[in-house]
């Protein structure tokens, strides 16, 4: 029994990894989520289509014989490229039109996306390879990966960059004050326009980014984004929407927790994990995690 | 005397509801001009045209002869028109300094803007001691200060204030009113105050507009309105 209950911790340990590894991607995918919902209150549901669009393009940017490097910078402008337009030609006409509108333009969005997508890029799902060599290293019972070693000091890189940039950067400054009031922001002399611009461009560029790092666990398809920007939701909402901190939260709460289910119960419960935490939030703390209590405009 | 500001037959809608109707206004630089009107008689929407939030339906209006009424908020801010809007709507999730630098956004001159905080701080030296903290902390008088500074941080030449006094301690008003005038004074600055608490507005006014249903109902020197029976009966509380 007790060589069992080792065997057991082992084992709990190893998912525990994994699912950090894969958390760590979810937080990239749901902090772009956060931000854009945190300055302008909209949930896009086609934020998983900028990662499908990135992470494309980062594909054909390798066949095109681009080193890894170059490849992820071409997805995340991609992504970052499409997400102004869609903001600019699509979001900012409703803008004043109310939230329910703005919802049903989002779903629309993200639909009109996965089919652009398999009518430009096919719906053969394609593979991107690891961004570094793979190496596996035991370590007792366990193993660990560069890569997910490396996935995980991305992310923990992004969200320093994110908290220097909104603490101590003109922009991002602009960007809390924006998200909290935002035609006070414009008597400052801000151009609230561009700020939301670019808060889309940042949140876009990390779904291309955490679209190409993910090459190790799973391929490139147009409806990619439905899956991963669902998570990526439910991480944003678990950790409290529109907090940056929130969404890596809930993305790593997410990922550890999904791999725990999948490896210890049955995998075919990884996808029902996330919604079951997201109901749990939403009965004992809606407005989650780190949120504070509904008080803002909502 | 100059003109900085000059309102012609401004209409304001929301939608169907004609909330500023045919109004004419101007302003001369250096001067205090108040803005007097009841509860809903189109002066928050009246400053709100003039900084941009709103577009008149008609009507034009000019800052330094030229015609702004067409500009996004955040160009005519560049253009030297800063408010401190009604309900000081200060940035609550930012620190008192923050909120600073953001009236100061469009400057770049990095040791004028040291200066000018140096400057509000002497003014509302609460400001300097909380500077760091974040800006919900602060009382309602305490905000109110906040948003003049914030809105002088843009060093501003015209600089509008919707109701200073709004829900203030009396004690603090009078140091809000004192500063006010000091701004003007010292730094020049051309003020269109709105206000309700007729009495203190008009003692530091040059000249003052009375707002009725969205129509200028009357205008004139401070003095004379302070005499002016109607004035006395609807806003001065005789
Ligand atoms: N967003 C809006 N939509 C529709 N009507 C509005 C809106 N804002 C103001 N109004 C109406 O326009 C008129 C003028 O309002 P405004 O806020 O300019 O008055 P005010 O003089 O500033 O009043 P107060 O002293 O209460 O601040 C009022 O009848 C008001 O109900
Ligand atoms: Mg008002």
């Given at each position: 029994m007790?060589?069992?209950?080792?065997?057991?911790?082992?084992?709990c340990?190893?998912?525990?990894?994994?699912?950090?590894?894969?958390?760590?991607?979810?937080?990239?995918?749901?902090?772009?989520?956060?931000?854009?919902?945190?300055?302008?209150?909209?949930?896009?549901?086609?934020?998983g289509?900028?990662?499908?669009?990135?992470?494309?393009?980062g594909?054909y940017?390798?066949?095109?014989?681009?080193?890894?490097?170059?490849?992820i910078l071409?997805?995340?402008?991609?992504?970052?490229?499409?997400?102004?337009?869609?903001?600019?030609?699509?979001?900012?006409?409703?803008?004043?039109?109310g939230?329910?509108?703005?919802?049903?333009t989002?779903?629309g969005?993200?639909?009109?996306?996965?089919?652009f997508?398999q009518?430009?890029?096919?719906?053969?799902?394609?593979?991107?390879?690891?961004?570094?060599?793979?190496?596996?290293y035991n370590?007792?019972?366990?193993?660990?990966?560069?890569?997910?070693?490396?996935?995980?000091?991305i992310?923990?890189?992004?969200?320093?960059?994110?908290?220097?940039l909104?603490?101590?950067?003109?922009?991002?400054?602009?960007?809390?004050?924006v998200?909290?009031?935002?035609?006070?922001?414009?008597?400052?002399?801000?151009?609230?326009?561009?700020?939301?611009s670019?808060?889309?461009?940042?949140?876009?560029?990390?779904?291309?980014?955490?679209?190409?790092?993910?090459?190790?666990?799973m391929?490139?398809?147009?409806?990619?984004?439905?899956?991963?920007?669902?998570?990526?939701f439910?991480?944003?909402?678990v950790?409290?929407?529109?907090?940056i901190?929130?969404?890596?939260?809930?993305?790593?709460?997410?990922?550890?927790?999904?791999?725990?289910?999948?490896?210890?119960?049955?995998?075919?419960?990884?996808?029902?994990?996330?919604?079951?935490?997201?109901i749990?939030?939403?009965?004992?703390?809606?407005?989650?995690?780190?949120?504070?209590?509904?008080?803002?405009?909502? | 005397?100059?003109?900085?500001?000059?309102?012609?037959?401004?209409?304001?809608h929301?939608?169907?509801?004609?909330?500023?109707?045919?109004?004419?206004?101007?302003?001369?630089?250096?001067?205090i001009?108040?803005?007097l009107?009841?509860?809903?008689?189109?002066?928050?929407?009246?400053?709100h045209?003039?900084s941009?939030?709103?577009?008149?339906s008609?009507?034009?209006?000019?800052?330094?002869?030229?015609?702004?009424?067409?500009?996004?908020?955040?160009?005519?801010?560049?253009?030297?028109?800063?408010?401190?809007?009604?309900?000081?709507?200060?940035?609550?999730?930012?620190?008192?300094?923050?909120?600073?630098e953001?009236?100061?956004?469009?400057?770049n001159?990095?040791?004028?803007?040291?200066?000018?905080?140096?400057?509000?701080?002497r003014?509302?030296p609460?400001?300097?001691?909380?500077e760091?903290?974040l800006?919900?902390?602060?009382?309602?008088?305490e905000?109110?200060?906040l948003?003049?500074?914030?809105?002088?941080m843009s060093?501003?030449?015209?600089?509008?204030?919707?109701?200073?006094?709004?829900g203030?301690?009396?004690?603090?008003?009078?140091?809000i009113?004192?500063?006010?005038?000091e701004?003007?004074?010292?730094?020049?600055?051309?003020?269109?105050?709105?206000?309700?608490?007729?009495?203190?507005?008009?003692s530091?006014?040059?000249?003052?507009?009375v707002?009725?249903?969205?129509?200028?109902?009357?205008?004139?020197?401070?003095?004379?309105?302070?005499?002016?029976?109607?004035?006395k009966?609807?806003?001065?509380g005789?």
């Open positions: 007790s060589q069992n209950f080792i065997y057991f911790l082992w084992d340990l190893q998912y525990f990894i994994n699912g950090i590894a894969q958390g760590s991607l979810y937080a990239m995918v749901a902090l772009g989520y956060t931000m854009v919902y945190g300055i302008i209150r909209l949930v896009n549901f086609a934020h289509e900028f990662l499908m669009i990135g992470a494309m393009c594909f940017a390798l066949r095109a014989h681009l080193p890894m490097p170059a490849a071409v997805a995340m402008l991609s992504s970052g490229i499409i997400a102004i337009a869609v903001e600019r030609l699509v979001y900012r006409p409703i803008r004043k039109s939230r329910i509108p703005a919802l049903i989002a779903i969005t993200s639909l009109f996306f996965q089919y997508g009518l430009v890029f096919g719906a053969d799902p394609k593979t991107i390879p690891p961004f570094i060599d793979e190496k596996i370590l007792g019972e366990i193993n660990v990966s560069n890569v997910q070693i490396a996935i995980f000091c992310t923990l890189f992004v969200l320093l960059f994110l908290f220097w909104t603490h101590y950067t003109k922009v991002g400054k602009a960007m809390r004050a998200s909290f009031n935002l035609p006070a922001a414009e008597l400052m002399g801000i151009n609230t326009n561009k700020i939301i670019f808060t889309f461009f940042l949140g876009a560029a990390l779904a291309g980014l955490g679209g190409m790092l993910m090459g190790y666990t391929s490139v398809e147009p409806m990619m984004g439905m899956n991963l920007g669902t998570k990526a439910v991480a944003a909402v950790g409290g929407i529109g907090i901190p929130g969404a890596a939260l809930g993305g790593f709460i997410i990922g550890i927790a999904e791999n725990l289910v999948a490896g210890l119960y049955k995998s075919s419960f990884r996808d029902a994990v996330s919604f079951f935490i997201l749990l939030i939403l009965l004992v703390k809606p407005s989650g995690i780190l949120g504070k209590n509904m008080k803002e405009k909502v | 005397m100059t003109t900085i500001l000059e309102i012609k037959n401004v209409d304001v929301y939608g169907a509801i004609h909330a500023v109707k045919k109004i004419n206004l101007q302003l001369n630089k250096g001067e001009v108040t803005l009107g009841s509860n809903g008689a189109g002066k928050t929407t009246t400053l045209t003039i941009g939030l709103l577009t008149p008609g009507g034009e209006i000019l800052f330094n002869g030229a015609p702004i009424h067409k500009m996004p908020a955040h160009k005519i801010t560049s253009l030297g028109l800063a408010q401190s809007p009604e309900g000081r709507q200060v940035f609550a999730n930012l620190t008192i300094r923050e909120n600073l953001m009236g100061a956004y469009l400057r001159d990095k040791k004028e803007i040291e200066a000018d905080l140096q400057y509000v701080y003014l509302f609460k400001l300097k001691e909380r760091s903290q800006a919900q902390t602060l009382s309602g008088g905000q109110q200060m948003a003049i500074a914030r809105a002088y060093k501003p030449t015209l600089l509008l204030l919707d109701e200073p006094s709004l203030i301690a009396p004690i603090l008003v009078a140091s009113f004192k500063a006010i005038k701004i003007n004074e010292q730094k020049g600055m051309t003020i269109l105050l709105v206000e309700q608490n007729a009495y203190l507005a008009l530091v006014s040059n000249r003052a507009y707002l009725t249903n969205g129509e200028i109902s009357l205008q004139g020197s401070a003095k004379e309105l302070l005499a002016n029976e109607e004035i009966k609807a806003y001065l005789h």
